[in-house]
């Protein structure tokens, strides 16, 4: 039976650590962090994602998915550690991909294969970690195969993706790449396309998420446009999507989330010529400004007013708040107060203020003041809807105008749907 180290257990590793296991494969998890290892070993699955609990539960009861605290030998080691983004200086950081590189380092044997599966910049498997792992005094593609295959699944439906999606495999030679195809035919029933280097797979990965990005700024900038001819954008896109050739992406708050608003930065990393998809990111990361417009359009100021944030979740139906619009609109309401000229009050303080409340159904985040639903919009001013979770759409019109004191929203990815046309409500749609 072929053993598989899997090197962190996130969002990618634990479901990817499964489902070899489920293919009966002898897996061993390793994650640095020891609460993971814990919980993990007390049947405590910490990655939110629809069918995990029951399919990681299902490895772990085989005997097939192990986890452990230590590195050892195994026929295959994937990385799947995280590669942070500092939003600041636009550089990754990849000490946990050379960390993972030095943990393996000691245990790496000639005939195994090592797979990076994080999202890195062209380059990494060969100038970072390769560099690192050869300290073993064994060659790349000689002694040990090494091979980029970038994970491609969509939040919300990892379990299915990974086995039904086409994968890039890109080894530093051709013998590292087909040691890698042996392994992932084994589950994967999409295509398997092959590179015989890792540079092309890592760019290719990027380009996917780089082109999803820039053509959501395309909607978005189609989406003001369509205002200014008081069209209604998506019925616009979506008659222009008739034609074969033509795919345009929705518009909507902003793009989160930890792939699309940081891998265009990525593809840039090595290069000096980021030039429309650079402006494609500004696009994007203006809209949290541009659906406040929207909102001051139909209320005024928004200062000293109640405005409730619905959805903190980057996209629909999923628990997770990073790079989140919604909380993104939230920031930018509070610095709305800051830009009008303010009545200094009797002790000198600034009296404009702004109360903004923020609720999620899916969101579980104790460093966020989230409320019950009812609690955010009671008597609030006017509500911003900035993910698209199923719930928002099956919002009653009369229970919310209960609530609301004024029945204004704004409704940046489209969820209420026509009817509430005949509503009391003033409805702004992105
Ligand atoms: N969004 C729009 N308009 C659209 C589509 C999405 O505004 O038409 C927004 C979403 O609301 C969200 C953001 O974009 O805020 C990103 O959502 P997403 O569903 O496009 O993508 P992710 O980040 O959840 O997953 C992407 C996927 N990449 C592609 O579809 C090319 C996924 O397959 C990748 O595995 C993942 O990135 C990753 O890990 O790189």
Not at 5 to 21: E, K, N, R, S
Not at 52 to 81: C, M, P, Q, W
């Amino acid at each position: 039976m072929s053993t598989i180290y899997v090197h962190g257990l996130g969002y990618i590793g634990l479901p990817t650590a499964a489902m070899f296991a489920n293919y009966d494969y002898q897996v061993t998890g390793y994650d640095t962090d020891k609460a993971v290892i814990e919980g993990l070993r007390d049947g405590n699955i910490h990655v939110d994602e629809p069918g995990l609990r029951a399919f990681v539960t299902r490895a772990l009861e085989s005997g097939n998915l192990t986890v452990s605290d230590e590195v050892g030998e195994a026929k295959y080691h994937i990385i799947a550690v995280p590669t942070p983004f500092d939003d600041e200086t636009k550089e990754p950081t990849l000490e946990y991909v050379k960390d993972a590189g030095e943990a393996i380092a000691p245990h790496l044997r000639p005939g195994d294969t090592v797979i990076l599966e994080s999202t890195v910049p062209p380059g990494t498997t060969v100038e970072t970690l390769q560099p690192v792992l050869e300290e073993s005094g064994l060659d790349a593609g000689s002694d040990f195969a090494l091979v980029h295959c970038p994970e491609t699944v969509l939040p919300g439906n990892i379990i299915t993706e990974l086995k039904q999606n086409d994968r890039i495999i890109g080894g530093v030679n051709g013998v590292s790449m087909e040691a890698a195809v042996r392994l992932y035919e084994s589950f994967v029933e999409g295509e398997i396309y092959t590179t015989a280097d890792a540079t092309t797979a890592e760019f290719v990965k990027l380009v996917q998420n780089t082109y999803r990005d820039s053509n959501i700024a395309i909607a978005n900038e189609i989406a003001k446009l369509a205002d200014e001819y008081g069209i209604d954008s998506r019925e616009a896109i979506s008659l222009a999507n008739n034609h074969p050739r033509v795919n345009v992406h929705q518009p909507g708050p902003g793009v989160g989330g930890h792939c699309l608003p940081v891998d265009p930065w990525f593809l840039g990393q090595n290069a000096d010529n980021l030039d429309l998809i650079a402006h494609a990111r500004e696009i994007n990361d203006g809209m949290a400004d541009y659906v406040i417009d929207r909102l001051e359009d139909e209320v005024g100021t928004v200062v000293d007013k109640k405005i409730a944030v619905l959805g903190i979740a980057y996209k629909g139906n999923v628990g997770d708040p990073r790079n989140s619009p919604g909380l993104k609109i939230a920031r930018q309401l509070q610095t709305r107060t800051e830009r009008i000229e303010s009545p200094v009050s009797a002790d000198g303080g600034i009296s404009n203020s702004i109360e903004v409340t923020l609720s999620d159904p899916h969101v579980e985040d104790q460093t966020l003041d989230l409320l019950p639903l009812e609690e955010a919009v009671e008597e609030a001013e006017a509500a911003i809807i900035a993910t698209d979770h199923d719930e928002y759409s099956d919002l009653d019109p009369q229970w919310l105008s209960d609530q609301m004191s004024n029945d204004v929203i704004v409704d940046t990815k489209a969820v209420l749907g026509t009817s509430w046309d005949s509503t009391t409500f003033t409805v702004v749609t992105i």
